[in-house]
């Protein structure tokens, strides 16, 4: 990836897609958003990837609401599995790269060990369901394209489990967070790091790419409120079963990211490191220390 290849991201004001334009910066994306290209709408999509021949795509977009996906699978269905198929088809017709986020809950979360990337998928929820569709549709298009599946992520941007967290802390309300479900917390910069080493190496295919480590929402709530000052706010762990969602979880997600690894050469910092570098940037830490 040079200079002189446009890149255009879409999804540009989202948790990751905020992220991309940061990391990006000195490369000059563009970064579209609903309604300057409407995922959804195939004369939009064309009509956009005319001006990106031979470019780098990025699709941050999608229906992230993991719970709110089953009560609105229509919408859904819309952006996260039929849109990546239009952006697919459109990228082989304008010979762009099409690189696309996909997430760790197209698995069922029942293997004894981290998830390769060739590992069979078995969604458990209409969200983790039409993200799988959307891969395959990607797939299915033939041309040239890069899926990268993460999880757990948390930024700088939108809502997202460590804000929620705090928001919660700092109003005093009594905190129930599920101790049975495992994975790999993910911050939206070292995401959008690691994709450019992705696409600088050259990389096609499937490849997961997350935050070293793993643990569980409760472990992960409770590091996060101790960082940003809120130690003395309980957390009560909780099972999967007490704290009943609409959604169907995955008990243990975590990826495997081998793969990324060994094509790049890199190892993404740990989870709790890259925790603490979001909660320094945003002053949390730095209010901790004047207390201290």
Request: hydrophobic share 35%; net charge negative; glycine share 8%.
């Amino acid at each position: 990836m040079t200079n002189t290849n446009p890149i255009l991201i879409l999804g540009a004001q989202g948790l990751i897609g905020s992220a991309l334009m940061e990391v990006l910066a000195d490369k000059n994306p563009i970064g579209l958003d609903m309604p300057e290209c409407d995922v959804t709408r195939p004369d939009q999509v064309n009509e956009t990837f005319k001006r990106f021949q031979g470019g780098v795509v990025i699709n941050a977009t999608g229906y992230t609401n993991v719970d709110g996906c089953e009560s609105a699978r229509d919408e859904a269905e819309k952006l996260n599995s039929e849109a990546p198929g239009m952006l697919a088809r459109a990228a082989r017709e304008h010979g762009a790269l099409l690189v696309h986020l996909s997430t760790d809950f197209i698995f069922d979360g029942t293997l004894d060990r981290p998830y390769r990337e060739d590992d069979s998928p078995n969604p458990l929820s209409v969200y983790g369901r039409t993200k799988l569709a959307g891969e395959e549709a990607v797939r299915s298009e033939a041309g040239d394209w890069l899926i990268v599946r993460t999880a757990w992520v948390f930024g700088h941007q939108g809502h997202d489990f460590i804000r929620t967290m705090i928001k919660l802390a700092q109003d005093r309300k009594d905190l129930r967070v599920v101790n049975d479900q495992t994975g790999c917390p993910t911050y939206s910069l070292d995401i959008s790091q690691g994709l450019t080493k992705l696409i600088e190496a050259d990389a096609r295919g499937t490849f997961h790419l997350v935050n070293s480590g793993q643990t569980t929402w409760f472990n992960l709530a409770r590091c996060a409120l101790d960082m940003a000052g809120f130690e003395e706010v309980p957390i009560k762990p909780v099972t999967t079963q007490e704290f009943a969602r609409p959604a169907v979880r995955p008990f243990c997600s975590v990826l495997d990211i081998t793969k990324y690894r060994k094509l790049t050469g890199d190892t993404p910092r740990s989870w709790d490191k890259a925790l603490k570098a979001a909660l320094e940037r945003e002053g949390y830490m730095e209010k901790t220390n004047q207390t201290v």
